[in-house]
């Protein structure tokens, strides 16, 4: 089946000399055929070739699309009458292709095989049964699980699948994730940091191989003859249902440290707010890897106050953190009424031992380029 060749004009040389149009797909020897000796052959085409086809978006959309031809010689071993010695079958020249005498469109629906998730950079990569078209793709129909089954719990502890305990759900967001818009059996979604941070935040969740499941939603994305037309019909993916999601089939770990994005300090109630770029573990803060400058360039000639382990935090994980700042450390920032005032600049600089982020890794430390002002 080496010598079939499918093209979507019956000239394709003119045609793509002319307009550049034309294209053609050549079988390979996994397509095979099984036919007992007689008129008819039928090719079973592989799955690989049968994706190269569809991703030529103007080929075997239609009868009037669809065409063969094969060039051989004597010596070839190809198709040959039954007659010894046997005859060669005339060959089928591009300029003279032979149309399809029949036509059935694709009306097949494209299944989510499997994915891999990083949460290091953020990308989702899913692997379909065959072409998908990545502009079709509705990003809010995907939801990340940390289990296969999803539970529901209420405040009583009575639980939609008796013995087990809830799982955790997250709907992406087109404000947040966006898609990589190259037409393939595989799509790549870029899971927007906001989106990553609602996962991140939560124990258990996107955290390792086991606890990475994903479900979609009928039509999330659809198949790239379906929407070559212009419209959406009917060939959407098929759903995966939150009560049977996939399972992750390759999982990338976070180990990039986090950031401060900003700060603000309060002298009335000694109340400093320091927000991250991404969720931080607030049972690892510790104070003392936290220091006020005057200046952002830490030299003999600026003031400076080194928290203590006396100051500390009660809020939750999150991006956010509230430090109380011990009364000694207070003071010593009011008693250097030069330096740390209302008409002053005040910067805040970091330590890795200051707090870890949910994956474990510790904040960066900090420099006169990524000190951030109050």
């Not at 070839?76 to 005498?101: E, H, R, T």
């Not at 949460?119 to 078209?133: H, K, R």
């Not at 928290?307 to 935090?313: D, F, H, V, W």
Request: glycine share 6%; charged share 15%; with cysteine.
């Amino acid at each position: 089946v080496t010598y079939l060749t499918l093209q979507d004009y019956a000239d394709v040389a003119s045609n793509f000399a002319s307009s550049g149009l034309g294209r053609q797909v050549a079988l390979t020897s996994n397509s095979t055929t099984k036919s007992a000796n007689g008129l008819n052959i039928v090719v079973d085409i592989c799955e690989e070739d049968f994706n190269r086809i569809k991703m030529v978006q103007t080929l075997a959309v239609s009868q009037a699309t669809t065409f063969l031809t094969f060039s051989v010689f004597a010596s070839d071993n190809f198709i040959k009458d039954m007659i010894i010695p046997a005859n060669i079958v005339n060959q089928v020249m591009d300029g003279n292709g032979l149309q399809a005498a029949g036509f059935v469109s694709d009306k097949s629906n494209p299944s989510l095989r499997k994915f891999t998730m990083d949460m290091d950079s953020g990308e989702l990569i899913m692997t379909f049964s065959e072409p998908v078209d990545a502009s079709s793709i509705n990003i809010t129909k995907i939801t990340f699980q940390n289990k296969e089954e999803e539970v529901i719990c209420n405040a009583y502890g009575q639980c939609s699948v008796p013995g087990k305990t809830a799982s955790r759900a997250y709907a992406l967001t087109s404000q947040s994730s966006s898609v990589v818009d190259v037409d393939n059996t595989t799509i790549t979604v870029n899971v927007g940091v906001d989106d990553r941070n609602k996962v991140k935040v939560v124990d258990g969740f996107y955290t390792s191989l086991a606890t990475t499941f994903l479900a979609i939603q009928d039509s999330m994305i659809y198949d790239i003859a379906d929407y070559s037309n212009g419209t959406l019909g009917q060939n959407g993916v098929n759903a995966i249902q939150t009560s049977r999601a996939l399972a992750s089939s390759g999982y990338t770990v976070d180990t990039t440290s986090p950031l401060t994005s900003i700060f603000s300090l309060d002298m009335d109630t000694g109340i400093m707010s320091i927000t991250f770029d991404e969720p931080v573990r607030s049972s690892t803060f510790n104070a003392t890897g936290l220091t006020l400058w005057s200046s952002r360039f830490m030299s003999s000639n600026a003031s400076s106050v080194a928290l203590s382990k006396e100051s500390y935090t009660a809020s939750p994980n999150g991006l956010t953190l509230d430090v109380n700042i011990a009364y000694d450390d207070l003071q010593l920032l009011k008693l250097d009424t030069s330096a740390f005032n209302e008409q002053t600049k005040t910067f805040l600089f970091t330590q890795p031992r200051a707090v870890d982020d949910m994956a474990g890794n510790a904040i960066s430390m900090g420099t006169s380029t990524n000190a951030h002002e109050a």
